[in-house]
């Protein structure tokens, strides 16, 4: 059976209008190593963040806060201390848009 993480990610509360709604990817973590999986959940943080805060009169100051947030809340959520490890030397950025 494959195994793989639901990503939560919901916009961080920077403005009082951030929107309400929060979008899930699923990632899938089996077989693969910490650097693939972080990679792929940044991917996934980068989609969600952009449909949730597209828009936003504050989306350029969102979106990062967003994915931080996001990628740093999947890892919690896997909780493999390779994983965890690596997340914490290699600090979510940003993908470009």
Do not use: F
């Not at 961080?12 to 929107?19: G, Q, R, S």
């Not at 899938?28 to 936003?56: F, L, N």
């Not at 969102?62 to 030397?89: F, G």
């Amino acid at each position: 059976m494959i195994r793989s993480i639901v990503l939560a990610a919901s916009a961080i509360a920077l403005a009082a209008a951030a929107p309400a709604s929060a979008a899930e990817m699923r990632v899938k973590v089996a077989g693969r190593s910490a650097a693939e999986v972080r990679a792929e959940i940044v991917k996934a943080a980068s989609t969600v963040c952009w449909q949730d805060i597209r828009g936003e009169a504050l989306a350029g100051y969102m979106y990062p806060a967003c994915i931080r947030a996001s990628v740093n809340d999947a890892v919690a959520k896997i909780n493999n201390p390779a994983l965890s490890a690596y997340n914490t030397a290699n600090p979510a950025s940003t993908v470009s848009r």
